[in-house]
């Protein structure tokens, strides 16, 4: 019987296992996020998106790393820190957002979604969303 962590990395090679792939992907997301609301798309108007896109790929692994060990890398910290209310002031609810917008990216690009793989990717990414929105005003 298949547990959450291999239906999720099962899913993440099928989005993202290929280079080319991955590029597509990580496009897509932001394409999905930054059209949510005017507000999100205006965190990212001066920023260099093609950075951004490697920095999310990478940041997920991150995520997952998390979400197994429970221990936070200096690298989360560091990214948490960039998010909170001192540096780029993320409210917390917008990681709601987020996740929704990569939950419908998954689902465009993974042909082998379903609710199991869904769920898969919410609890996997949970510890690491729980982990982002308290930082914000924890710093
Ligand atoms: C758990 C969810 C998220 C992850 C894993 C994540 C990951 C990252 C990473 C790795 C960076 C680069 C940090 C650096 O410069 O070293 C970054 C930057 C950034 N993120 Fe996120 N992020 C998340 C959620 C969000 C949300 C909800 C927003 C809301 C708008 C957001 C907006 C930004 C912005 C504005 C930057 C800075 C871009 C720049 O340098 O101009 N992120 N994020």
Redesign the pocket.
């Known amino acids: 019987m298949k547990n959450y962590l291999q239906f999720f990395m099962d899913s993440l090679y099928r989005v993202s296992g290929e280079p080319g792939r991955q590029h597509e992907f990580v496009t897509r997301f932001y394409d999905v ?1 930054i059209g949510k609301t005017p ?2 798309a205006g ?2 108007s ?3 998106m093609s950075r ?1 896109k490697e ?2 790929a ?3 692994h ?2 997952v790393e998390f979400s197994t060990t429970r221990v936070a890398s200096e690298r989360l910290r ?2 948490a820190l ?2 909170s209310r001192r540096e ?1 002031d ?1 409210a917390p609810e ?2 709601e ?3 929704e917008s990569l939950i419908e990216t998954v689902r465009e690009f993974d042909l082998e979604f379903t609710d199991e793989v869904e769920l898969s990717w919410r609890v996997v ?1 949970s510890p ?2 729980a982990y ?1 929105k308290f930082r914000y005003d924890h710093f």
């Open positions: 996020f507000v999100i965190y990212f001066d920023t260099d951004q920095m999310l990478q940041s997920l991150e995520m560091h990214v960039r998010h780029r993320i917008l990681y957002e987020w996740l990414l690491g969303i982002m």
